[in-house]
C-alpha cells in the first residue's frame, strides 16, 4: 500500500483467498492461472474505478493498482516465496468470473490475480530481461 498513486487516492483493494474452492474457480477462470488452483493463497488486486478525483471517475486506478501489485510481488520476493501476476483486467471474461467468483461489487475491478506459494525450485533464478537498446540517451 505504500505504492505511489495518483492524487492519493489509493484506489486498491485486496483479496486474499486460501478457501481451495475458490482458488479453483479463480484458476478456471484464466487460461494461464493453472497455478491458482495449487497455491496455498492467491491476492486478488482490485482498483475502485468511482473513486472521484476532481470530481470525475478515477482513470487512473489501474496505474494505482499496477504499481501496488509489483510491490506486492517484490515484497513476496523478499520473502522467499514464490508469486506472478496473472492478468485478469482487461479480459470480459475474466472479470465476470472473478467478480462472481469472489461477490465484487459492480465500482470495483479485479485487476489481477498472485497465486503466492513456495518455489518448486528454490534455485532457480529470474529470467534475464535485460536489453541494453532499450535504454536511450538524451533522445530517442
Known amino acids: 500500500m505504500a505504492a505511489p498513486t495518483a492524487i492519493n487516492l489509493q484506489p486498491w483493494e485486496f483479496i486474499v483467498v486460501r478457501d481451495k474452492g475458490t482458488l479453483a ?3 478456471a477462470a484464466n487460461r494461464f492461472g493453472g497455478m491458482i488452483a495449487t497455491a496455498p493463497l492467491a ?4 482498483g475502485d474505478t468511482l473513486q472521484e478525483a476532481r470530481g470525475e471517475p478515477n482513470k487512473w486506478w489501474m496505474l494505482d493498482c499496477s504499481a501496488a501489485t509489483e510491490n506486492l510481488l517484490l515484497a513476496a520476493t523478499a520473502q522467499g516465496l514464490g508469486a506472478v501476476w496473472t492478468a485478469v483486467y482487461p479480459h470480459e471474461d475474466r472479470v465476470a ?3 462472481k467468483a469472489l461477490s465484487i461489487p459492480d465500482r470495483y475491478v479485479p485487476l489481477c490475480v498472485v497465486p503466492v ?3 518448486a525450485d528454490a534455485t532457480a533464478k529470474p529470467k534475464n530481461k535485460w536489453k541494453p537498446g532499450k535504454i536511450h540517451k538524451e533522445k530517442f
Do not use: M, S, T
Open 117 to 119: 506459494g513456495y518455489p
Open 43 to 46: 491476492i486478488v488486486v482490485c
Open 25 to 27: 474457480k479463480l484458476a
Open 97 to 99: 468470473a472473478v467478480r
